[in-house]
């Protein structure tokens, strides 16, 4: 059964960075038929797509969030990690790691890690 | 941009929904999916490709559509379906995600 769970400080002061790891069980980051993904929600909002990751480190980020994002990737740790730069209050939400197809469609998803950008 | 409608839905169960999901222009690739998500939960795929159920999903749940419009069909609903639903479309070059806003479903 394959698992993502993501880890990381829950409370970011604002204008810091944001670092997430995301651990993946189940399944191997070099597995090519996946993109592995970062998406947030923030509160009583709907999902926002950030990024991903090809395990060869190929990364496609959100065009607005591109000056501030950079995703990275683990094999020998099975991990990977989002980076969000010059955090401000407007970056709080829930953030999701997640796996997908290659087609546009993510299968497995974290659990969800909330972060809060304050001082 | 992806416009989802009705923004909540009131039904009964046993009742059909239908959820539907517009695009501001032609989608050019199967790259559509739909989620359903309940409160303190991660998203669940339900549909990819369009049309295509993924694993373990109801028979109730089906999905058409092409060009602008796309269709979210639960066919009678049962009490674990009501929650929100998101249209989701991914550009295959350059590679970007889009949500619509969500139809939450609730208990009429």
């Known amino acids: 059964q394959v698992q993502l769970q993501e880890s990381g400080p829950g409370l970011v002061k604002p204008s810091q960075a944001l670092s997430l790891t995301c651990t993946v069980s189940?399944?191997?980051?070099?597995?090519?038929?996946?993109?592995w993904v970062w998406f947030r929600q923030h509160p009583e909002k709907g999902l926002e797509w950030l990024g991903f990751?090809?395990?060869?480190?190929?990364?496609y980020y959100k065009e607005s969030l591109r000056s501030r994002i950079s995703i990275s990737v683990d094999t020998s740790k099975n991990q990977f990690s989002l980076n969000l730069r010059s955090l401000t209050a407007a970056d709080t939400a829930v953030y999701y790691c997640a796996r997908e197809s290659g087609r546009g469609a993510s299968d497995v998803w974290g659990r969800g890690a909330m972060v809060t950008v304050s001082s | 941009v992806l416009t989802q409608s009705p923004a909540t839905l009131s039904l009964s169960p046993g009742e059909r929904a239908t959820l539907s999901c517009r695009a501001s222009?032609?989608?050019?690739?199967?790259?559509l999916a739909w989620y359903q998500q309940k409160p303190g939960q991660a998203p669940r795929l339900l549909i990819y490709d369009i049309s295509k159920r993924a694993a373990g999903i109801p028979a109730r749940f089906s999905a058409t559509g092409s060009g602008t419009d796309f269709t979210l069909t639960i066919s009678s609903l049962e009490p674990e379906d009501f929650a929100v639903y998101y249209c989701?479309?991914?550009?295959?070059?350059?590679?970007?995600?889009?949500f619509g806003q969500g139809t939450r479903l609730e208990i009429k």
């Open positions: 990751i090809f395990y060869t480190g190929t990364t």
């Open positions: 989701q479309h991914r550009d295959n070059w350059p590679p970007s995600g889009t």
């Open positions: 189940g399944d191997s980051l070099m597995n090519d038929n996946y993109y």
């Open positions: 222009h032609v989608v050019d690739s199967y790259f």
